[in-house]
């Protein structure tokens, strides 16, 4: 039975990636920043599944990240698959950005996947086995107006996922990074009807993406069946790319 940890997985996204590790019978371990209560909710929910444990921890911050993975190592032995999923995204013009959401922003996209990854990397290479999947974005390999901070740190994950595939497949530890397009996700409920209806008209599947579509791609990234994949930049984007 193998123990995922997935960060930011209280809703959204993330939840969707531990249900789906949950219905193959893994350990998964659920993650968020503050939030106790709906962390709270997504373990009731999951729980029928299998065995859940459910850790409040700002992954940006390095120390709070050991000692998360630290009560995960006594409960369920070494992490074996680390999802990175831990992020926030900024919208507005770049300049009128202070100082402080720019570090932010870089801090919850980047800095929680560098700190997680760098924490459990040690366990799966005394293993020599281990798959880290990072959710990134495809504006981090396009770019998006009024999105620069958020582009430019998920281009950081996208470097961080190619570097670490090379540095840790002598390991069998493969790493990879699924690039999400747009998804019914509260992030994207930022957008007006008229807005989601225009930016769907420039996707070639015509539809936004459902989180369970990343849960399942992600099953199969971490699968036996992926053996052979590593280092790459997955786009799940219905077209877009």
């Not at 390095?62 to 990175?84: H, R, W």
């Not at 990397?121 to 107006?145: D, F, L, Q």
């Not at 497949?169 to 999400?180: D, E, L």
């Not at 989180?211 to 930049?233: H, N, R």
Request: with cysteine; glycine share 10%.
């Amino acid at each position: 039975m193998r123990t995922v940890l997935i960060t930011g997985s209280s809703r959204g996204i993330g939840f969707a990636i531990a249900k789906a590790f949950a219905a193959q019978g893994d350990n998964v371990i659920l993650n968020c920043r503050e939030d106790s209560a709906q962390l709270e909710k997504a373990v009731v929910e999951l729980s029928a599944e299998g065995r859940v444990m459910g850790i409040c921890a700002d992954v940006s911050d390095y120390n709070a990240c050991a000692e998360m993975i630290t009560k995960v190592e006594s409960v369920f032995g070494s992490v074996d698959i680390l999802v990175n999923n831990a992020g926030a995204a900024y919208f507005g013009v770049f300049t009128e950005m202070k100082p402080a959401e720019i570090q932010d922003v870089i801090f919850a996209n980047l800095l929680t996947a560098a700190n997680a990854s760098h924490i459990v990397i040690p366990g799966m290479v005394r293993k020599k086995a281990g798959c880290i999947i990072n959710i990134s974005s495809i504006w981090g390999v396009t770019g998006a107006s009024c999105e620069s901070v958020y582009s430019a740190a998920k281009a950081g994950v996208n470097g961080l996922t190619k570097a670490l595939a090379k540095e840790l497949a002598p390991s069998n530890i493969r790493v990879n990074a699924i690039a999400c397009g747009a998804f019914e996700t509260r992030m994207n409920d930022r957008l007006s009807e008229q807005e989601k209806n225009a930016f769907t008209e420039g996707i070639p599947l015509g539809r936004f993406g459902f989180p369970s579509e990343v849960g399942s791609l992600a099953v199969f990234v971490a699968s036996e069946a992926s053996g052979y994949l590593t280092g790459q930049i997955i786009p799940l984007d219905g077209g877009v790319v």
